[in-house]
């Protein structure tokens, strides 16, 4: 007889042992996470930052399934008290169900605050995934009908995931991401040789007039980053923040922790003039994606945000034989620079039936939008379409 599987619900992670839930944060395959974003030690430099938690609208209900003694799966999980930092955008759900009477939030979200980034969200041990994926959402759906809350959202879940939700019931959502790819360049100049003649000269006069500021471009990691570094890069993230959302989401404090336990895992790339920085950007390094996640400048310089962000990332990830670059949530201006269109997927349950009739339709008309533009985007990508195209500039 099998033994029983029961859900638990934490509202901080101390509560779980690093090394019980990174055994489900772990690839088989590899035995390291994919990506940083779902480990022990992320996510708790955002609640013990206090970037998650009282007063930030999202309060964690980390769900944890165990099998006897054992953890078999668990899923980084908050209430939401708004729907901002998610990146896969339900105001206009929130409008209609409160405007027919009904209260949206609070909502429960399965997700990493602040991180738009694919990646699994019902996380298992090996051997375990059929099993915890299903635990997991039935015990999140339980949850949501104890709380009365209107809807679950398991937002930028990988395909097998969406796969998986879409067989227990859930709604599928698509969206996309503009995503670089390593196709086994040997140098930047190999890259631009792939695109067409126009596109190539654009981007070598795009970075020569980035690299013309007045000071140098550093790419620092691990040891190499340094206090004052971080003093400077908060100064960039407050000014993108407030204009972005009016209010930064991380605190200074989360830099702080992320710099103790995971500057290994961290590329800062600074523009300095004289020493002092004037511009940085920020990305967290995966097992094969280099994750580029905030930006910020206390100076503009032509193309210097081009430079920094998607450039210099494409730099790093080939000297590193890295595969991919994510650079963060929308922006069709990267189409031009490499970056191509892909699929993001997430899950959504709602508790009300009428209600999710009507989702299930508007998400019908979505998923064939979205497949059209990321077809029709595609075709107008920056790349030679045939062989014979010239590779003159």
């Not at 901080?12 to 690093?18: G, N, Q």
């Not at 939700?165 to 190999?190: C, K, P, V």
């Not at 002092?276 to 905030?294: D, E, K, S």
């Not at 269109?341 to 999710?356: K, V």
Request: aromatic letters at 12%; charged letters at 20%; glycine letters at 8%.
């Amino acid at each position: 007889m099998s033994e029983q599987i029961t859900i638990t619900v934490s509202s901080t992670i101390t509560d779980i042992a690093p090394d019980e839930w990174d055994a489900c944060a772990r690839a088989p395959a590899t035995g390291t996470a994919p990506d940083p974003f779902t480990t022990h030690r992320f996510l708790a430099a955002l609640e013990a930052s206090g970037s998650v938690g009282t007063g930030t609208g999202w309060h964690p209900r980390y769900l944890m399934a165990k099998r006897g003694e054992d953890t078999i799966a668990v899923a980084p999980a908050y209430l939401k008290s708004h729907s901002q930092g998610e990146y896969v955008f339900d105001f206009q759900w929130a409008h209609a169900y409160e405007n027919a009477g009904g209260r949206y939030y609070p909502k429960l979200q399965i997700a990493v605050p602040f991180t738009p980034v694919t990646g699994p969200r019902l996380l298992t041990r090996e051997g375990c995934e059929e099993i915890g994926q299903a635990a997991l959402v039935q015990g999140a759906v339980q949850l949501c009908d104890q709380m009365g809350l209107s809807s679950l959202h398991i937002t930028f879940c990988t395909d097998t995931e969406a796969a998986a939700g879409e067989d227990m019931g859930l709604l599928t959502r698509l969206g996309q991401q503009f995503h670089w790819e390593n196709n086994g360049y040997a140098d930047f100049d190999a890259f631009l040789a792939a695109l067409s003649s126009r596109k190539r000269k654009n981007i070598r006069r795009e970075r020569a007039q980035a690299q013309s500021f007045g000071g140098e471009i550093i790419q620092l990691t691990g040891d190499a980053i340094q206090p004052e570094h971080w003093d400077a890069f908060w100064t960039f993230y407050q000014d993108t923040g407030a204009r972005k959302w009016g209010t930064p989401y991380l605190t200074r404090a989360f830099f702080d922790h992320v710099h103790e336990t995971m500057r290994s895992e961290i590329l800062l790339i600074l523009a300095t003039r004289d020493g002092h920085p004037v511009a940085g950007a920020l990305n967290f390094i995966g097992q094969n994606t280099l994750f580029g996640r905030y930006w910020g400048c206390s100076e503009h310089h032509p193309a210097l945000h081009f430079e920094l962000c998607y450039y210099q990332a494409i730099d790093y990830a080939i000297a590193n034989g890295l595969t991919r670059v994510e650079a963060g949530a929308q922006g069709e201006h990267k189409l031009a620079r490499g970056y191509l269109p892909n699929e993001t997927h997430s899950l959504h349950w709602i508790a009300d039936a009428g209600f999710r009739r009507a989702i299930a339709d508007y998400l019908d008309q979505e998923r064939a939008a979205v497949g059209e533009e990321v077809s029709l985007l595609t075709a107008y990508g920056p790349f030679r379409k045939t062989n014979q195209e010239s590779d003159h500039d």
